[in-house]
Each structure stands twice: as structure tokens, then as C-alpha cells.
């Protein structure tokens, strides 16, 4: 039996966790999507009361798929035409059919999922991720998403020096941190009209959280961030240093609860501890990294997701 990983060949945190499923007995394989369709073919046959399903790649290399007891949706890559294909509607079309028939095999495989695909796109809509966490009695920051500039001012005007606004998902080709916004950017509040921003009143930190969750399992790592040379965002403090950190069990039993309802296995889920020692969920992303917190706490996060992705198989041998 074979986990199957779909990320990059060069992806270290798969190739954590491979390690610690190879150290399990267990199979495991890395596929790059973005190698369909110029160095890897799919294959589906249906005959009879059968189905085969397969993956080629062109080296020779073959997967079947009847094998994979669990996948591991890492970080899948964009398939790839060939640069042949010049004509744009062609373009839409190939990666039109190419993802319908990726996704109907995705939902046709017995295997368990870390995340199942649909439910980690859903999960990754930062609205409904407030939405669920205030529902669930976690505390969020005041918001607004809007693309009308007057209640975009009327916010402004509420909060002054104290809005911060951020990307919804952040493309490799537009990222750009959380930042307070300033005066420059508050001269070109007709353009909010062009599309949704995301608006939030600051939430002073003494710590900012990075919380994994795996299955039941809650993994808290925290940083200092209150002499921090850009608090907004923890990303751009380049000498942040995480230690583990007891999270209280009614904030976790909220966090694992989040996770129940967007029915994820697996999250990275931001949180701010504020001076009066109240945790703000910020967001969640489905496929987060963890490497960092693990090597700066030793928490066995690799070890926890390999364990998942093997569960079913053992549950299989011990039901034998």
C-alpha cells in the first residue's frame, strides 16, 4: 500500500514526512501535477464491474492508483501545457478537461485525504473561516471586506492609524505583507471599487501563535512579538524565534472544533495573544508550513502527519 504525495519533487516537508513513513514500513511517492500533461499521463479504464486507474510518466515510471491508501494534498502544482499550444481557447479548454477529469478521479480514489481537495479550497476562503471561528466563540478582529470606498472610509475614519488590510490569497506575483494602511493608500480609496479588500482594526500582540493541528492533535508555537520591528506581520521579522507553547484546552477545543467543521485533517492556524492574555484567531491555511516551528520546538509535527496518512493502512492490516 502507497501514500501518495501531491506537491513538488522538491518540497522539503514532504520529504519530512516520507522519511518518517519510510521509518513506518510505509510506501510513499511524490507526483508533480505540473508535469501533466507534457511527462505525465492519467489513465481511468472501466470494463465490465472493474476500473483501473493510473499515473505515466514518461520516463517509463507507473503508478497504480488502486494501491494509494492515503494522499497527501501538500502543495499541488498547476498542470503545464505544452508551449506548443498557442491558441488561448485551446489553452482554457486542456486545463478545462484536464481538471475535471483529475478532479472526478481525485473523489473516485478509496483513500484518505490530508486535506480532501474541495474541502481544503473551501476551508481557504478567509471569510468563511471568520465566519465559522466567531460562530464557534472564538475571538476575531473587528472586520470589514468591502469594495465600496464609503464604508471603507466610514472604517478608516473609526479606527485611525489602527486599520491593517491584506490579500484574500497571495499570489506569487502580487504578495505583499499585512500591512497598516497609510496615508498614501487612504488617496486611492476609489479604486477599492475594482475589487473586495479586507480590512481589520490592529490587534496589539505580546505573542503571535502559530498552531498546527493535526487530526486531535494541537501543536502551539509562540513568538515575541512586542518589541517586533513590524508587528503587523510576523513573516517580516527575519529574527523571530518560536518556542512551544500550552494553549489553553478551551482555546484548543474551539481550534479542533473549527477543524471538525471545515473538515480538515490538517491546519496551520494563526492566532495573537494580546496583553490581556485573550487569543484572536487571525486565519487558517489548509496546507501551511511547519517546518520552521517544528525545528525551533521539536514538536513531532511530521511525525503526526505520517502517522495519519499510515492509520489507514494499519487499521486495514489490524482488521485482517
Given at each position: 500500500m502507497t501514500v501518495l504525495i501531491l506537491s513538488s519533487v522538491t518540497d522539503v516537508h514532504a520529504h519530512a514526512v516520507m522519511t518518517e513513513l519510510a521509518a513506518r514500513g510505509a510506501a510513499a511517492e511524490i507526483v508533480d501535477l505540473g508535469d501533466f500533461p507534457t511527462r505525465l499521463s492519467v489513465s481511468m479504464a472501466y470494463r465490465g464491474g472493474s476500473r483501473q486507474f493510473r499515473l505515466r510518466r514518461a520516463d517509463g515510471g507507473e503508478l497504480d492508483l488502486s494501491a494509494v491508501h492515503a494522499v497527501w494534498w501538500r502543495r499541488p502544482q498547476p498542470f503545464r501545457l505544452a508551449p506548443d499550444i498557442k491558441d488561448t481557447n485551446a489553452q482554457r479548454f486542456a486545463l478545462s478537461e484536464a481538471s475535471t477529469a483529475f478532479q472526478g478521479l481525485y473523489q473516485s480514489l478509496n483513500a484518505f485525504w490530508i486535506n480532501e481537495p474541495a474541502r481544503d479550497a473551501v476551508a481557504s476562503h478567509k471569510p468563511y473561516q471568520l465566519t465559522l471561528a466567531q460562530e464557534l466563540?472564538?475571538?476575531?478582529?473587528?472586520?470589514?471586506i468591502t469594495n465600496d470606498p464609503g464604508e471603507a472610509r466610514a472604517f478608516w475614519r473609526k479606527y485611525p492609524g489602527e486599520v491593517i488590510h491584506k490579500q484574500f490569497i497571495a499570489l506569487p506575483e502580487t504578495w505583499r505583507e499585512t500591512r497598516r494602511l497609510n496615508e498614501d493608500e487612504q488617496k486611492l480609496d476609489a479604486s477599492i471599487a475594482h475589487a473586495p479588500v479586507l480590512f481589520q482594526r490592529h490587534v496589539p500582540a505580546i505573542a503571535d501563535l502559530r498552531v498546527t493541528?493535526?487530526?486531535e492533535q494541537v501543536f502551539a508555537a509562540a513568538t515575541d512579538?512586542?518589541?517586533?520591528?513590524?508587528?503587523?506581520?510576523?513573516?517580516m521579522n527575519l529574527d523571530t524565534r518560536y518556542h512551544a507553547h500550552d494553549l489553553p484546552e478551551e482555546t484548543a477545543g474551539r481550534l479542533r472544533a473549527l477543524m471538525r467543521r471545515l473538515g480538515l485533517v490538517y491546519g496551520a492556524i494563526d492566532l495573537r495573544l494580546t496583553p490581556e492574555r485573550r487569543y484572536v484567531f487571525l486565519e487558517i491555511n489548509p496546507a501551511g508550513q511547519f517546518l520552521y516551528i517544528e525545528r525551533a520546538t521539536g514538536q513531532p509535527i511530521a511525525q503526526a502527519l505520517a502517522d495519519a496518512l499510515a492509520g489507514k493502512r494499519e487499521r486495514q492490516r489490524n482488521a485482517a
Open positions: 466563540g472564538l475571538e476575531i478582529p473587528e472586520t470589514l493541528v493535526v487530526g512579538v512586542s518589541a517586533a520591528l513590524y508587528p503587523q506581520d510576523v513573516r
